[in-house]
């Protein structure tokens, strides 16, 4: 079946850049997305790419997606108390599918 | 975008006994679907529940055991019958518009 995986911790600097990775296994993947969920709160989209594209990026958040090799990135620029969160990876092979989630990346900062 | 109410927020309840959770969304969707995501843990996808046809099953959930109604394109329920404890999760509702997929803000579900 369909798998997504990510790291489950990442450590970062205030003011540093954060990079969270996450490999996919289904090559019917449309749309790939992030989520942001800060504790107790829903589910954030922060932003989504389409399989046919490599690069998108909004303010301070850049997605790249290696379709070739299933991976996907985002980095967060200028890492800000406020980034701390779960960040989840997601999946869509289109039409009525539902998402695919990762376990979820728990983004820590440090002051 | 599209603004999600989903009710109740939280519920503690008893064993043996049902939970029907509600899901309004302010605009017409095609595509609902509902997820489970169990403590510590990643969300999971329970079921599709498209307006005009019987919700479709993700494996390892069945319908008598999570109920779905979709009666138009506004509104959708998803019930969890005779809880047990490893029910204890939050539940959350999903819609598709266009690409972008958005959730309700969930139910945190305990069961004692």
């Known amino acids: 079946g369909e798998d997504v995986e990510q790291s489950l911790f990442l450590s970062v600097r205030e003011g540093d850049s954060s990079v969270i990775n996450c490999t996919y296994t289904d090559s019917s993947s449309t749309y790939l997305y992030w989520y942001k969920q800060e504790p107790g709160a829903g589910l954030q989209l922060l932003t989504y790419?389409?399989?046919?594209?490599d690069m998108k990026q909004d303010q301070r958040l850049t997605v790249l997606l290696n379709k070739k090799d299933k991976h996907l990135s985002l980095r967060i620029a200028d890492t800000q108390t406020g980034d701390s969160a779960i960040y989840f990876c997601a999946e869509r092979g289109g039409g009525a599918d539902g998402l695919t989630f990762g376990k979820g990346t728990h983004l820590i900062i440090q002051p | 975008s599209a603004v999600i109410s989903q009710k109740p927020s939280r519920d503690i309840c008893q064993r043996g006994t049902s939970l029907t959770i509600q899901c309004q969304v302010d605009?017409?969707?095609?595509?609902m679907f509902w997820y489970r995501q169990q403590p510590g843990q990643s969300l999971t996808l329970i079921a599709t529940a498209n307006q005009g046809s019987e919700a479709t099953y993700e494996s390892g959930f069945v319908i008598d055991k999570f109920p779905i109604s979709r009666p138009n394109l506004t509104f959708s329920t998803l019930t969890v019958s005779n809880m047990s404890p490893e029910d204890s999760s939050i539940y959350l509702c999903s819609l598709i518009i266009s690409t972008e997929a958005f959730f309700g803000q969930g139910t945190r579900l305990t069961v004692v």
């Open positions: 790419i389409f399989s046919n594209m």
């Open positions: 605009s017409q969707v095609t595509m």
